[in-house]
Antibody, heavy 122, light 107 residues
Framework: EVQLVESGGGLVQPGGSLRLSCAAS????????MTWVRQAPGKGLEWVAD????????YYVDSVKGRFTISRDDAKNSLYLQMDSLRAEDSAVYYC???????????????WGQGTLVTVSS | AIRMTQSPSSFSASTGDRVTITCRAS??????LGWYQQKPGKAPKLLIY???TLQSGVPSRFSGSGSGTDFTLTISSLQSEDFATYYC?????????FGGGTKVEIK
């Protein structure tokens, strides 16, 4: 059974840092792209970042470029999101998701974690 | 960035109704579109990818169609467990973007 468990969320002051983790199990973690998606309270979904299997490619939404860093440790079956220079507008539930590429082209986020809440406030 | 616009943003329907949700992309995305369902307090669930391919385990009352800029999600006969918010997502180009969501409520 595929499981994704996020951790590391919490309350942080503006300008502060936080590192989110996502522990994966039930699939060959090293074989898949992984992604972070966030959802501000009462708002819609926003894709944040993703990372290729070997970590050689990473992509970010413009609003977090230069502040957030996605990484992975395949030996630990873990995905990370280092968040620096946090702003109030970064407050959200952060989900990690397994990203599958079907026929080499069709991306699908087929398994999601339960999310971890990040609140940026003084 | 490609903007995804869903309509309507919300509506009420009854069990057994046929419902259609529309998603429009600000530029052509060929068939690189997925649909997700989200219930309150829960993580999103993948329904459809590649515009029309049903994810394993998803009931056949869900279907997707479209290409280019205009896409639809159809639920042929709404069930009680289908009352939720639905999101489209394009993965034609980065940044990957979601639509604003369509909330389906009980009439």
């Amino acid at each position: 059974e595929v499981q994704l468990v996020e951790s590391g969320g919490g309350l942080v002051q503006p300008g502060g840092s936080l590192r989110l983790s996502c522990a994966a199990s039930g699939f060959t973690f090293s074989s898949y792209w992984m992604t972070w998606v966030r959802q501000a309270p009462g708002k819609g979904l926003e894709w944040v970042a993703d990372i290729k299997q070997d970590g050689s490619e990473t992509y970010y939404v413009d609003s977090v470029k230069g502040r957030f860093t996605i990484s992975r440790d395949d030996a630990k079956n873990s995905l990370y999101l280092q968040m620096d220079s946090l702003r109030a507008e970064d407050s959200a539930v952060y989900y990690c998701a397994k990203e599958d590429l079907v026929w080499g082209s069709y991306r699908k986020f087929d398994y999601w974690g339960q999310g971890t809440l990040v609140t940026v406030s003084s | 960035a490609i903007r995804m616009t869903q309509s309507p943003s919300s509506f009420s329907a009854s069990t057994g109704d046929r419902v259609t949700i529309t998603c429009r992309a600000s530029q052509g995305i060929t068939s690189f579109l997925g649909w997700y369902q989200q219930k309150p307090g829960k993580a999103p669930k993948l329904l459809i990818y590649g515009t029309s391919t049903l994810q394993s385990g998803v009931p056949s009352r869900f279907s997707g169609s479209g290409s280019g800029t205009d896409f639809t999600l159809t639920i042929s006969s709404l069930q009680s467990e289908d009352f939720a918010t639905y999101y489209c997502q394009q993965y034609y180009s980065y940044p990957l973007t979601f639509g604003g969501g369509t909330k389906v409520e009980i009439k």
